[in-house]
């Protein structure tokens, strides 16, 4: 049995595309496309179905050393607005453990260069059986420290 | 770009002062590049070039309005260094290299029909 814990986090993944966000969004959209680029390069994907629509369901399963073990990615599409956002809740499990369940927002947006994509996650990653336990405990209190060392009272560079 | 090793990018980042206090400034909310350059005996070059290592490193995201670019804080901040949020990181990075790859071979093959 894991120790139980939970670990919230939000990221951001932000990149100019140079294509039109049709063809962008067309990428997440069918399935055809999607697997050409979503899943492991290595090829170690079994299965990819996609339902894209308000509700829809997205499953996708599969196996490598990489991977950690045997995975699966279950989402369920909450909001999507053509060629602009896309918002969905996922889980995922590894050998049978639920690790992590997110919202993921993606929105696109149109620029001189194509398109704008912009993805935010928030997640919660439970019982810590996502990590690779290279991360030592005192690396996580140094961090801590020096993000209490950003307080705008610190450095008085604000007026 | 996934960065190679994702921790000595961000405490890179951070080793600067002036790096720094523009975090802190942010902490308090959007800023424009101007904004940021006031306290800062500094041109607005300087400040950018700045900015471009907190962006790298995942700090610092900039907006898109056309009118104006406002900077701010990256809600990842310091989480960024843990694991599991740098290999989601990197899977997505990833992702979106080969969906550019796939885009441009569409692009070859409609070129050619």
């Known amino acids: 049995m894991p120790d139980r814990s939970t670990q919230f986090a939000t990221f951001i993944v932000e990149r100019d595309i140079s294509f039109p966000p049709a063809a962008v969004f067309r990428a997440f959209a069918d399935i055809e496309a999607k697997r050409r680029w979503f899943g492991d390069p290595g090829g170690s994907d079994t299965e990819h179905t996609l339902d894209f629509r308000v509700g829809g369901l997205e499953h996708s399963s599969g196996g490598s050393p990489q991977a950690g073990g045997w995975y699966t990615y279950d989402a369920t599409y909450q909001d999507i607005l053509p060629d602009e956002r896309i918002v969905y809740t996922y889980a995922m499990t590894i050998d049978g453990n639920r690790i992590s369940a997110s919202v993921a927002t993606i929105e696109l947006a149109p620029v001189d260069a194509g398109t704008h994509l912009r993805l935010t996650e928030q997640g919660v990653f439970l019982d810590g059986l996502d990590t690779n336990e290279a991360r030592e405990h005192g690396t996580n209190e140094l961090i801590d420290a020096l993000a209490a060392s950003l307080e705008p009272a610190a450095t008085g560079a604000a007026r | ?113």
């Open chain 2, 1 to 113: 770009m996934p960065a190679p090793d994702a921790l000595s990018t961000t405490f890179a980042a951070l080793a600067d002062p002036t790096r720094r206090a523009i975090l802190a400034r942010l902490a308090q909310g959007d800023a424009t590049v101007g904004e940021l350059a006031k306290p800062f005996a500094m041109s607005l070059p300087g400040v950018s070039k700045h900015l471009k290592v907190l962006q790298h490193a995942g700090l610092v995201v900039q907006g898109r309005d056309a009118q104006w670019r406002p900077c701010r804080l990256d809600p990842t901040g310091l989480s960024e260094v843990s694991s599991w949020v740098e290999q989601y990181r990197a899977l997505w990075e990833g992702r979106l290299d080969r969906m550019e790859a796939y885009l441009r071979e569409l692009e070859q093959q409609e070129t050619r029909e």
